[in-house]
């Protein structure tokens, strides 16, 4: 099955330090999402990528999707305490029927740790 | 904004007991989600519906049976609840259209299984 491999698995930075992590699959993907899970909360979508080399921003943060589809990147620029959390890559799962009916493969997800 | 609610935050029971999750979304959407979430293990799919009473097996089924009656609720059922099946339970829904890999989640349910 596919897989995603999200590094680095943890991080502990200083608040107003910039942050980057990167999560790279076996295949090709058409689309790349970035997470953001809160302790105790559900994920919550951050950024969606929908074409290689694009570059997104929401924020503080940027995602880019590689040219070789086969990984993505996400930044975090200035870091502050509430940007900790786990964030989390994720792409289209395998394709049955005609469609993936928006079946997702996640990452193992990176722990964000910022010192005030 | 997508809302999903979950219908408990926290819920504890014993084994063997039949339990209900119930998640519903408030934006029409086609797709709806079951993730069961483990240290170490991230987020493993349990079952998912492209439309009412349509369900497809994910990666962990075993134990777990989903309804889907009406387009905006999936409900995650565990028939004999086990203490291997204590875990944070979140659901999750996506459009049909073109942005259906945008999943949305719930808040969670956190089960104890004792």
């Known amino acids: 099955g596919q897989q995603l491999n999200q590094s680095p698995q943890s991080m502990f930075i200083q608040e107003g330090e910039d942050v980057s992590m990167n999560c790279t699959s076996s295949s090709i993907f058409n689309t790349w999402l970035w997470y953001k899970q809160d302790p105790g909360e559900g994920p919550v979508l951050l950024i969606a990528l929908y074409k290689a080399g694009e570059l997104t921003s929401n924020g503080r943060l940027t995602a880019q999707f590689g040219i070789t589809r086969k990984d993505s990147f996400l930044n975090i620029s200035a870091s502050i305490p509430s940007d900790v959390g786990i964030y989390f890559c994720?792409?289209?799962?395998?394709?049955?029927?005609?469609?993936?009916?928006?079946?997702?493969?996640f990452g193992q997800g990176t722990i964000l740790t910022v010192h005030p | 904004d997508v809302k999903v609610t979950q219908s408990s935050r926290y819920l504890v029971k014993r084994t063997g007991e039949k339990v209900f999750l119930e998640c519903v979304q408030d934006m029409d959407h086609e797709n709806m989600f079951w993730y069961r979430q483990d240290p170490g293990l991230g987020l493993r799919l349990i079952y998912f519906s492209y439309d009412v009473k349509m369900k497809e097996k994910g990666d962990i089924p075993e134990g777990y049976s989903v309804s889907r009656e009406k387009k905006e609720r999936f409900s995650l059922i565990l028939e004999s609840a086990s203490t291997n099946q204590t875990s944070m339970y979140l659901c999750?829904?996506?459009?049909?259209?073109?942005?259906?890999?945008?999943?949305?989640f719930g808040p969670g349910t956190r089960l104890t299984v004792l």
């Open positions: 994720a792409g289209p799962g395998l394709i049955f029927g005609g469609t993936s009916y928006g079946k997702l493969t």
């Open positions: 999750a829904s996506s459009p049909g259209w073109e942005r259906y890999n945008e999943q949305f």
